[in-house]
């Protein structure tokens, strides 16, 4: 039995000391990783277009609920997709209806020769330019009807405040970037 106790009690300090050692070794090399560990800080921030997107649902929102609070049929604004000229790509654009009848007026008087000498000649097409030119009194008329609507309708002036609110949030966040 002696001799059973002597061999295993070297056995056993052999074996202490490998896993001593063993433990030490890895105590440092886990404090050698953490003096080497590089800390990389990671910052979101919502994209660009996430403003736009906000701010277009916004315009949509509110020239609903104005649409629908509009008694003069000529005040209300209408939303469409328009390709503008050498470009094939559609973009929203909203006029009110009094700037489209004007439109819709002048081109029709441009299409119309003015005499029988002018053979098919057409006068030239109007520009966005010379419609709100000529629509400036009635421009006029609807922003008045529209301050008044916005003063009577709590509801039209949250709409027109979360309108202006998302403007300026994209405006600014376009410029930063």
Same mark, same amino acid.
């Given at each position: 039995?002696?001799?059973?106790?002597?061999?295993?009690?070297?056995?056993?300090?052999?074996?202490? $000391?490998?896993?001593?050692?063993?433990?030490?070794?890895?105590?440092?090399?886990?404090?050698?990783?953490?003096?080497?560990?590089?800390?990389?800080? $990671?910052?979101?921030?919502?994209?660009?277009?996430?403003?736009?997107?906000?701010?277009?649902?916004?315009?949509?929102?509110?020239?609903?609920?104005?649409?629908?609070?509009?008694?003069?049929?000529?005040?209300?604004?209408?939303?469409?997709?328009?390709?503008?000229?050498?470009?094939?790509?559609?973009?929203?654009?909203?006029?009110?209806?009094? $700037?489209?009848?004007?439109?819709?007026?002048?081109?029709?008087?441009?299409?119309?020769?003015?005499?029988?000498?002018?053979?098919?000649?057409?006068?030239?097409?109007?520009?966005?330019?010379?419609?709100?030119?000529?629509?400036?009194?009635?421009?006029?008329?609807?922003?008045?009807?529209?301050?008044?609507?916005?003063?009577?309708?709590?509801?039209?002036?949250?709409?027109?405040?979360?309108?202006?609110?998302?403007?300026?949030?994209?405006?600014?966040?376009?410029?930063?970037?």
């Amino acid at each position: 039995m002696k001799t059973l106790r002597t061999m295993c009690l070297p056995q056993l300090l052999c074996l202490f $000391v490998i896993i001593s050692f063993s433990l030490n070794l890895s105590a440092s090399i886990q404090t050698k990783n953490e003096e080497n560990l590089e800390v990389i800080d $990671v910052v979101g921030e919502k994209p660009l277009k996430y403003y736009r997107d906000q701010m277009k649902l916004a315009e949509s929102n509110f020239y609903d609920m104005y649409n629908d609070l509009v008694d003069i049929k000529k005040f209300k604004i209408n939303c469409r997709k328009e390709k503008p000229t050498g470009s094939h790509i559609k973009r929203k654009v909203c006029y009110p209806q009094y $700037v489209l009848n004007e439109f819709a007026k002048i081109t029709q008087q441009a299409l119309i020769p003015k005499s029988q000498d002018a053979r098919g000649l057409v006068e030239p097409f109007p520009t966005i330019t010379g419609i709100n030119e000529s629509v400036s009194d009635t421009r006029n008329k609807s922003n008045d009807y529209m301050k008044k609507l916005l003063i009577d309708n709590p509801d039209l002036y949250r709409q027109y405040l979360a309108l202006r609110k998302s403007v300026e949030m994209y405006k600014q966040k376009k410029e930063s970037n």
